[in-house]
């Protein structure tokens, strides 16, 4: 059965370019975002990893720590020598500095775990995959993108965003929500307790659309 949001998830210990990790303890009490990648040295996977290198400083105000796979490696080189020569050229077309580790998983055990391997798209790479991990250990966000699209990661920060911001408040985010906008308050709140809940106010449009400013900023 393929994972599904509210599960665990799969544990491993890997080799990566920053070292041999054991993923959960690696987590720490952190967020995560693990995503994978087609290939190594392909044009597509150079850009999503420079943007990422170049977001340090937003996914850093999250709390959140970024883990790459990439199954497809370069004729001729080890897997690992592969991630470290292509990161060099990341770095360079990029104008970004790689900081973060990326796994080697040349047996495939890692994507073949997540089901990041989508065969009838391809059967010997993974699709752009992206799972955000909480601090608990639990998938609370899946996304998969064809190789031929980049992700946008502008995207991925802003349901980091909202996950971690309903993770501590009663509410959800509506369509288009960015941080900032007012949040709806989720249904298992009676209307008669939301002004001592939410009390910068409340709006009511139906009785159950309500909504109220974002709770974690003044």
Known sequence: MSLQIGDEAPNFVADTTLGEIDFHQWIENK?????????DF???????IGRVANLKDEFNKRNAKVLVLSVGTKEGLQPLESHNEWIKDVNETQSAIVDFPMVIDPEKNIANSYGMIHPNANDTLTVRSVFIIGPDKKIKLIISYPASTGRNFQEILRVLDSLQLTAEYQVGTPADWIYGDDCVVVPAVPTEDIPEKFPKGHKIIKGYLRTTPQPNID
């Not at 967020?31 to 290939?39: E, G, I, K, R, Y």
């Open 42 to 48: 392909t044009p597509i996977c150079t850009t999503e």
């Open 31 to 39: 967020w995560t975002v693990l995503m994978s990648h087609p290939a």
